[in-house]
């Protein structure tokens, strides 16, 4: 059985996959703190929302959640990334996610984002 805290994730995963900015904001709290190591790190909802849709990138990203584990409020995702940059060109990207949550939603979110360039592991 699925717990609410993976079942969160999972809407909040399935809404970025159709790039609905209302479904992946009712997953996340006022004060939510997104970290994507090596890359930023923004505060708040309306900072979020202006995230979602990056000019770096067209269209949906194709998000695909590997596994997930869980312990008190922190759900691990260990997620398979594919996007397509602004210019055309494919981008796959594998990522280890730490979700902190508050009351069921979305308090924390910190990013581990590695580029693949020739295979499953490189």
């Not at 909040?12 to 930023?40: A, M, P, R």
């Not at 000019?55 to 260990?78: C, H, L, N, Y």
Request: proline fraction near 2%; charge should be negative.
């Amino acid at each position: 059985m699925t717990s609410a805290n993976k079942r969160t994730v999972q809407r909040y995963i399935d809404g970025f996959n159709k790039t609905d900015h209302d479904q992946i904001l009712s997953c996340l709290t006022d004060d939510i703190e997104w970290t994507v190591f090596g890359w930023f790190q923004l505060t708040g909802k309306d900072a979020y929302d202006k995230e979602i849709e990056n000019e770096g990138f067209a269209g949906s990203p194709r998000i695909t959640i590997q596994r997930m584990v869980e312990e008190d409020d922190v759900v691990m995702a260990e997620l398979a990334i594919e996007a397509t940059r602004a210019d055309g060109e494919p981008v796959r990207m594998v990522a280890g996610e730490v979700f902190v949550l508050r009351d069921g939603l979305i308090a924390e979110r910190r990013a581990y984002l590695i580029q693949l360039r020739e295979n499953a592991f490189k």
